[in-house]
Nanobody, 121 residues
Framework: QVQLVESGGGSVQAGGSLGLSCAAS????????MAWYRQYPGKQRDLVAR???????NYADSVKGRFTISSDNAKNTVYLQMTSLKPEDTAVYYC???????????????WGQGTQVTVSS
């Protein structure tokens, strides 16, 4: 089984910065992509940023220029550095990974437990 464990988050004033990290552990052959999503109350989860095993990244328009996703493939860990935070960034942030547990099996999606980010004005 594979587990994704997030850390970081918390509360910050508008204009401030926060960092999130997500470490994957368990029976991992390869992680193809890792991503951060966020969810507002009563809404679906939306993509914030995504990074592939090759290092390609893409971002939601709302966070471009403010958030940076990076990864350490050797540690199976993905990071999200958030700067110039706005109250509308307040949400629960989830880590998502597409993980292969064997070279014979297709990748499976795993989610972290979520971490709250609160930005006050």
């Amino acid at each position: 089984q594979v587990q994704l464990v997030e850390s970081g988050g918390g509360s910050v004033q508008a204009g401030g910065s926060l960092g999130l990290s997500c470490a994957a552990s368990g029976s991992i052959f390869r992680i193809n992509t890792m991503a951060w999503y966020r969810q507002y109350p009563g809404k679906q989860r939306d993509l914030v940023a995504r990074i592939t095993i090759g290092g390609s990244t893409n971002y939601a328009d709302s966070v471009k220029g403010r958030f940076t996703i990076s990864s350490d493939n050797a540690k199976n860990t993905v990071y999200l550095q958030m700067t110039s935070l706005k109250p509308e960034d307040t949400a629960v942030y989830y880590c998502r990974g597409e993980v292969e547990v064997s070279k014979w099996l297709a990748g499976t999606t795993y989610w972290g437990q979520g971490t709250q980010v609160t930005v006050s004005s």
